[in-house]
């Protein structure tokens, strides 16, 4: 079982950057791939990166591409997301999320069903 608890969210304004860190326990190695996904009110969930966990692949949404970077600390159980450039649309609840089923299950788009994620942090970009 996996455990995973988010920090590093806040307030920014247009074109700040956030780092988002995301301390996973348990058998971190039993997840094939990590990600993050966020939820805006009123939206559906976004994977907006993901992470294959043995070779450290990395794929991302196209509406956070060239500005948001995925990384592991295999080390630390440590998974971030360093946000550049943020803009206003990035607003939203941002989680971490671990896929332990199976390698199958792994694709930036479906990190938001993921079978582990945390309880989430609150991002808002504003002026």
């Known amino acids: 079982q996996v455990q995973l608890v988010e920090s590093g969210g806040g307030s920014v304004q247009p074109g700040g950057s956030l780092r988002l860190s995301c301390a996973a326990s348990g058998y971190r190695y039993s997840s094939y791939c990590m990600g993050w996904f966020r939820q805006a009110p009123g939206k559906e969930r976004e994977g907006v990166a993901h992470?294959?966990?043995?070779?450290?692949?990395?794929v991302y949404a196209d509406s956070v591409k060239g500005r948001f970077t995925i990384s592991q600390d295999n080390a630390k159980n440590s998974l971030y997301l360093q946000m550049n450039n943020l803009k206003l649309e990035d607003t939203a609840i941002y989680y971490c999320?671990?896929?332990?089923?199976?390698?199958?299950?792994?694709?930036?788009?479906?990190?938001?069903?993921?079978?582990?994620r945390g309880q989430g942090t609150q991002v808002t970009v504003s002026s």
């Open positions: 999320a671990a896929e332990t089923r199976g390698i199958a299950y792994c694709s930036v788009a479906n990190v938001g069903n993921y079978n582990a």
């Open positions: 992470i294959y966990t043995r070779s450290g692949s990395t």
